[in-house]
């Protein structure tokens, strides 16, 4: 059985701020984000509902555990409303004791999945308005996500002009599961955005996106799903590499988020076995693959795996790079991770820092 | 060792936990079918309250298809990653041997015990016949 324990007590290190990748802040009722919507679309909703490529309407694929999707147990305000709606609960609970200086929103509406694309764009703007009204204002320790249409690109480019002139935002976010595979070049004239701008793109694993959740169709466990997430983000690595985008745009950043990270090594080592071999089917892939990926791609560090063997952790996370690992606690989810003791292994005060916070302020450009 | 009064037997329900300071440790008291067990209050793996767990029992299958119900309201489970102890022993379900919370050991006395004896539960005068629960730390 594979178990890492604490067995003493590691202190939280108060000097170091701590960049928090992955938040996920929640609507207190749907009429909070109807307020940031148009009338037509308001109407739209209340008489059609949003419809996004999942199978059940209106529900995650999955019953999570625990009350609420999937929640830490002890995350529900004492004032009402789901975990991760009341700001000041946030504060509380995640923010001030555990020393986080910057925290990456990354909500999970589900606008850019929506199948109606205008619908789904009108519901990314509200959720962009909606993060500066109730999040990024009052508490500008967080950072908000750019949320956009991928599948309707000149909406997306309109959205990101819309946005990027305000640093509230730290990114533009895009679900993994896009229609068609990621490097695709309907997608390019986001990521040339992305790159003009110096704004990362974010791909968080969620329950949404346009296809199921595994090559062969609906996994039948949420169990199942939970790993499957790291499946499409390895899908859109690869295929980002190879259709040429990181060649194309060398300055892109794409930041991969909720997937886990420990893959990320054998990839490496895999697709430049395969490039050596068969790099005449790819000829605009100019560098091994791996040289991409530690130039263009960092990974967010929750779900963090854990080996049987603790050390083995430090193994894997100097593999994939500390240069490109970024914390993450994912708040406020059942796979939360505490800063103070999510990594049980003797890392250098270089990768420390690296991890919990430098990497991240670079990236986001975070003062 | 020392042994100190933590709460009325009435207090906590048969399924319900209640938190307590004792000697400058959080202690996590739960109520098994009427028996009182008390384990640390911190998950060994990334230190979760344990008292704001969930209490459970086992789902347990011997082959697909074929599941069982045991031990109800026996096992506590984390409120993050949901690791599962057992409440009695403060043993992990999954890995006994590597991973445990600490527990200590719980009794019922009577309140005219407590009074009578060295350990003077000078909080409660008032109500010497009722019952308390007395951790040994
Ligand atoms: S902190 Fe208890 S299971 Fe992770």
Redesign the interface.
């Known amino acids: 059985m594979n178990h890492a324990v604490l067995d003493k007590d590691t202190k939280a290190d108060a000097k170091l701020g701590i960049v928090d990748c992955d938040i996920h802040p929640a609507f207190g009722s749907p009429a909070e984000l109807a307020k940031f919507l148009p009338v037509r679309w308001r109407d739209h909703l209340a008489d059609y509902g949003q419809r996004s490529a999942n199978p059940v309407v209106g529900t995650l694929p999955y019953p999570r555990m625990t009350p609420g999707n999937g929640m830490r147990r002890d995350a529900w305000p004492p004032n009402g409303g789901p975990p991760a709606s009341d700001l000041a609960f946030l504060q509380e609970q995640l923010l001030d004791p555990l020393g986080i200086e910057y925290g990456i929103l990354q909500p999970l509406a589900a606008g850019s999945s929506t199948l109606n694309q205008e619908l789904g764009a009108a519901m990314c703007a509200a959720v962009n308005d909606w993060q500066l009204d109730k999040w990024t204002g009052p508490d500008p320790r967080l950072k908000a996500s750019i949320s956009v249409t991928q599948e309707d690109v000149p909406a997306a480019l309109a959205e990101i002009e819309a946005r990027i002139g305000d640093r509230s935002f730290a990114q533009i976010a895009i679900p993994p599961r896009t229609i068609e595979p990621a490097g695709r070049r309907r997608y390019w004239p986001i990521y040339e955005a992305a790159e003009h701008y110096d704004m990362p793109i974010g791909m968080h694993s969620a329950a949404y996106g346009q296809h199921a959740n595994s090559g062969a169709g609906w996994l039948n466990f949420y169990i199942e799903e939970h790993y499957a997430f790291s499946h499409s983000l390895q899908s859109v690595v690869t295929s980002m590499v190879f259709e040429g985008v990181f060649e194309r745009f060398p300055k892109l950043k794409l930041v991969v988020v909720e997937g886990g990270f420990a893959w990320a090594a054998p990839l490496m080592w895999r697709l430049d076995k395969q490039w050596e071999r068969m790099r005449s089917e790819v000829p605009h892939v100019k560098r091994p693959p791996s040289d991409y990926i530690r130039e263009n791609v960092w990974f967010t560090t929750q779900p963090i795996e854990e080996p049987e063997n603790n050390r083995h952790l430090l193994d894997t996370l100097r593999w994939v790079g500390t240069d490109r690992l970024m914390f993450s606690t994912d708040y406020p989810h059942w796979d939360f991770d505490d800063p103070r003791f999510a990594f049980k292994v003797p890392l250098s005060p270089t990768e420390r820092a690296q991890i919990f916070r430098d990497n991240a302020k670079r990236v986001y450009r975070l003062p | 060792m020392a042994r100190h009064v933590i709460a009325k037997v009435e207090e906590v329900d048969i399924g319900k936990s209640k938190l307590v300071k004792v000697a400058g440790r959080d202690i996590a008291l739960f109520n098994v079918k009427g028996e009182f067990f008390a384990i640390a209050n911190?998950?060994?793996?990334?230190?979760?309250?344990l008292c704001?767990?969930?209490v459970v029992g086992l789902a347990e299958a011997d082959e697909p298809g074929k599941v069982r119900m045991t031990r109800h309201g026996e096992l506590i489970r984390c409120?993050?990653?949901?690791w599962e102890f057992d409440i009695r022993t403060g043993k992990?379900w999954?890995?006994p041997a590597?991973?445990r919370v600490k527990s200590f050991d719980v009794s019922v006395a009577s309140g005219g015990a407590l009074a009578e004896g060295p350990y003077q539960a000078e909080t409660f005068p008032v109500s010497i016949d009722e019952d308390y629960v007395v951790v040994e730390i």
Do not use: I, K, M, V
């Not at chain 2, 911190?42 to 309250?49: I, S, V, Y």
């Not at chain 2, 409120?79 to 949901?82: D, E, F, K, L, M």
């Open positions: 911190r998950c060994p793996h990334e230190g979760a309250d704001r767990g969930q409120p993050w990653h949901g992990s999954c890995d590597r991973t």
